[in-house]
């Protein structure tokens, strides 16, 4: 299941998404940002070369991609629900899995993730009454996934009971989600996806900008550590050269640079993600207090 | 056999993640540098064209090329510096150090700052700056403190301390 999605999304008729007026009229050009081994791959993205000198590149949310009455935009919307949410409902899923076995069997977490997406993403439209105003797409699947797996233990648990023929091994399978665990694990993967794709953007539009150097320092001395959880290379000769740096006061000038560009993105890609508008730093503030 | 760790346990294991992630997500991004980061910095900073972050160099002192004075360590080392650089730089260091954005590491800022100030009060006789004597000795010490410091301002900071 890991990198393939998915299916013929349900029509936006069946699903009754509260968007705002102004989300209703964004039904611009939908970007999908594939992520390497996820299998998605980008649908209607123009290269940013050619967007230059016309309108800056709309990319609907995911929540109004998912309400949009062209089939193509909902199978990029789905496309990116897993390009922004499947490692976290994995992690989430293999966490509960893990802790009765110790260990969880890759096979039984895809075949749990599938379940999940198809009874929660696909049927039981996930995006059903969901309002943006009120929470956080991603607080909203989390509750889901507390939802469900809490039901599968709960279902499993009966079921046993009912059995009197003796212990039944696939049924150890489940345990009692270990919620703060698992909550973790997915708002990690979350953190992780986020971050991943803030970094892809700045990588873009700097080499676009024909200003490598400026993402050079900052991916060398910043998001490489916290995306390989690595120590960051010293600040001495051969990173001077390898940055082309002139002075420290140029490294500084595009460590800043580098910073605003990190919040511009970082607030498109929650708000895409299904951050409320103007919500993007109570996102992050939530998450953060959620991994502790 | 040993069974490999999960992710999940090893990402709840490392708390450098976590640590970058709050400061680029609140936008509180700012580099950490470790004593060889520093140490890397002022040596770097002490080889920059003074052209390079003073553009105005050249106009106030268009001999600089002929002395052979092209860098802040040249600057630093010079027997009879030119006073218009040194309060230039001076300036340059002391807005660097006070500036949100600052073009350069506070502790370097003001490594680079005394050193004018020293350089100004060893070679020349002037005070280019308004602090007492016994503030500026304790600043010159604080420099001489800093394991990173450069060796080849230690004799200069030494001498102006007395």
Known sequence: ?292 | MTQPTPSFVRDRESSGFLRLSRSVLLNEIDFEWSDTDLAGLLRHQLATPLENDLPNAKGLCPELDGQGMTTFSDLFAAEQPPRELLELTRLYAKSAAINRDRPLQRDVALVLYFAAIATGQTRLGLKLSSKSDADLQRAYGWALDRPWLAESLVPLLVQARG
Not at chain 1, 82 to 102: F, K, P
Not at chain 1, 112 to 137: A, C, T, W, Y
Not at chain 1, 257 to 270: C, E, G, P, Q, S
Request: glycine share 6%.
């Open chain 1, 1 to 292: 299941m890991t990198g393939t999605i998915i299916l013929n999304p349900p029509h936006p008729a069946a699903m009754r998404t509260r968007l705002r007026p102004a989300q209703r009229l964004g039904q611009g050009p939908v970007v999908v940002r594939a992520r390497p081994g996820t299998g998605v791959t980008p649908t209607s993205r123009k290269p940013m070369s050619q967007n230059r000198g016309s309108m800056p590149e709309t990319r609907l949310s995911l929540v109004e991609a998912m309400a949009n009455p062209s089939p193509e935009v909902r199978q990029a919307g789905l496309e990116r629900f897993a390009n922004d949410y499947q490692s976290g409902i994995r992690a989430y899923i293999a966490a509960c899995l893990a802790r009765s076995a110790g260990r969880a069997d890759p096979d039984k977490i895809d075949e749990v993730v599938q379940q999940f997406i198809l009874n929660r993403v696909l049927k039981n439209n996930l995006f059903d009454g969901f309002d943006p105003e009120k929470g956080s797409l991603r607080a909203r699947i989390l509750q889901m996934l507390k939802w469900e797996m809490g039901k599968s233990f709960r279902t499993r648990k009966v079921d046993r009971q009912r059995q009197s023929l003796g212990e039944d091994q696939s049924l150890d399978d489940f345990a009692e989600p270990a919620v703060d665990e698992a909550e973790r694990a997915f708002n990690r993967a979350f953190l992780r996806q986020v971050i991943e794709q803030v970094a892809a953007r700045m990588r873009e539009e700097f080499e676009t900008k024909n200003k490598p150097e400026v993402w050079l320092i900052f991916e060398r001395r910043l998001l490489r550590p916290i995306l390989d959880e690595a120590e960051p290379p010293a600040y001495d000769e051969a990173f001077v050269a390898e940055c082309g740096l002139k002075s420290p006061a140029e490294a500084a000038a595009r460590l800043v640079t580098a910073k605003r560009a990190f919040a511009r993105h970082k607030n498109d890609v929650l708000r895409e993600a299904g951050a409320s508008p103007g919500g993007e730093m109570q996102e992050v503030i939530e998450l953060l207090n959620a991994l502790g």
